[in-house]
T-cell receptor, first 112, second 114 residues
């Protein structure tokens, strides 16, 4: 069964304390991996798309990386405004209708 | 800039009642989606539409129906609501041919079925 697992479920950091969020996937074939950010009471907001192992994308304090089994979202020197839930999703190789499989997310709290 | 507009924002509904959640986008995206989000389960796809006039079933379609009469609107209907349909519902759209495959989400509709 195709599956996406995110860890940890929740993470508390002090401002400036760098860390990484993990998204591991077990799928029949990966066509793309996506990271979204979701603030409380809001819809998810797109961050990155990764297509192949070894690929990296960066945006401000965030860097996403991809291997054949997992993706990491690295947060460097986080600020309180980085507090949110981070969602990972995959698109399967055989998918023709863009049906993404989402993980359950990692809730990040950055304290000042 | 509107993007995707969902209505209502929040609704409490008696079991057995019919309910339509509305979704409108002004980006002229061909593809639209309905997801439900439940604690610990993440976002799950209910129905999708690749273009006006076509729809398809997602992971959890039972108890829900959709229509796509035009590009902008994609309503989700619960014909006879049940408590297990209590959830937060998100509508999303995507521009076909987008290099990133980015989904644009609405703000969500929180539905409680009693």
């Amino acid at each position: 069964e195709d599956q996406v697992t995110q860890s940890p479920e929740a993470l508390r950091l002090q401002e400036g304390e760098s860390s990484s969020l993990n998204c591991s996937y077990t799928v029949s074939g990966l066509r793309g991996l996506f990271w979204y950010r979701q603030d409380p009471g809001k819809g998810p907001e797109f961050l990155f798309t990764l297509y192949s192992a070894g690929e990296e994308k960066e945006k401000e304090r965030l860097k996403a990386t991809l291997t054949k089994k997992e993706s990491f979202l690295h947060i460097t020197a986080p600020k309180p405004e980085d507090s949110a839930t981070y969602l990972c999703a995959v698109r399967l190789m055989m998918d023709s209708s863009y049906k993404l499989i989402f993980g359950s997310g990692t809730r990040l709290l950055v304290r000042p | 800039i509107a993007g995707i507009t969902q209505a209502p924002t929040s609704q409490i509904l008696a079991a057995g009642r019919r309910m339509t959640l509305r979704c409108t986008q002004d980006m002229r995206h061909n593809a639209m989606y309905w997801y439900r989000q439940d604690l610990g389960l993440g976002l799950r796809l209910i129905h999708y539409s690749n273009t006006a006039g076509t729809t398809g079933k997602g992971e959890v379609p039972d108890g829900y129906s959709v229509s796509r009469a035009n590009t902008d609107d994609f309503p989700l209907t619960l014909a006879s609501a049940v408590p297990s349909q209590t959830s937060v519902y998100f509508c999303a759209s995507r521009a076909q041919g987008s290099g990133t495959g980015e989904l644009f989400f609405g703000e969500g509709s929180r539905l409680t079925v009693l």
